[in-house]
């Protein structure tokens, strides 16, 4: 089965410059998560999406973050404007849902803010 | 406050070599506990995971992990190690009935041939 998808795979983008991220998840499943992953840390949840309703989106710095998943499959992942400490990866991951919850993630989207 | 730990963050070993991991987490209640691995220039893929049942788990490539609920800990071992096991190791946690997973913050392990 084909996995997550993401893309850009990489992006350089000057402080103050808006980006965007896109993720398709892996065919059927209903819940679609985006993370943070600064370098030498693990990945830290940004948002999480049950079909296209936001389940937790606590740690998503909304002042300048946004997510979508309009129609509950793919989703994009916004920054506006950037700041140099939003340099990191950005994972998106989704999962099937029920009992056994395994999360499945793409390769991510290395951002450098210059 | 919640979180993982995982010590020892760089860890450099021989072939042939054992290796432990340790991961030790602060959140009550009953968890969900997953290791997760990032080969060099790959993505996030789970190596092993624990839900309930036998604490001793089994994972790919000959890892396994021990679940002590009394010491909040889910160490990771592999008796023997490979070059092809130079990677990142992530431990993670999942509080039942709460979505988030937490993850620490990763061990690099160099394997030395």
């Known amino acids: 089965e084909a996995g997550v998808a993401q893309s850009p795979r990489y992006k350089i983008i000057e402080k103050r410059q808006s980006v965007a991220f896109w993720c398709n998840p892996i065919s059927g499943h209903a819940t679609l998560y985006w993370y943070q992953q600064i370098l030498g840390q693990g990945p830290k949840l940004l948002i999480q999406f049950q079909n296209n309703g936001v389940v937790d989106d606590s740690q998503l710095p909304k002042d300048r973050f946004s997510a979508e998943r309009l129609k509950g499959v793919d989703s994009t992942l916004k920054i506006q404007p950037a700041k140099l400490e939003d340099s990191a990866v950005y994972l998106c991951?989704?999962?099937?849902?029920?009992?056994?919850?395994?999360?499945?993630f793409g390769p991510g989207t290395r951002l450098t803010v210059l | 406050a919640q979180s993982v730990s995982q010590h020892n963050h760089h860890v450099i070993l021989s072939e042939a070599a054992s290796l432990e991991l340790g991961c030790n987490y602060s959140y009550g209640g009953t968890v969900n506990l997953f290791w997760y691995v990032q080969y060099p220039g790959q993505h996030l893929q789970l190596l092993l995971k624990y839900f309930s049942g036998d604490p001793l788990v089994k994972g790919i490539k000959g890892f396994e992990a021990e679940f002590i609920k009394s010491k909040f800990s889910f160490n990771l071992r592999k008796p023997s190690v490979q070059w092809s096991d130079t990677a990142e190791y992530f431990c993670?946690?999942?509080?039942?009935?709460?979505?988030?997973?937490?993850f620490g913050k990763g061990n690099q392990v160099v394997v030395i041939p």
């Open positions: 991951a989704s999962s099937p849902g029920g009992r056994v919850d395994e999360q499945f």
């Open positions: 993670a946690v999942k509080v039942r009935g709460n979505n988030r997973l937490a």
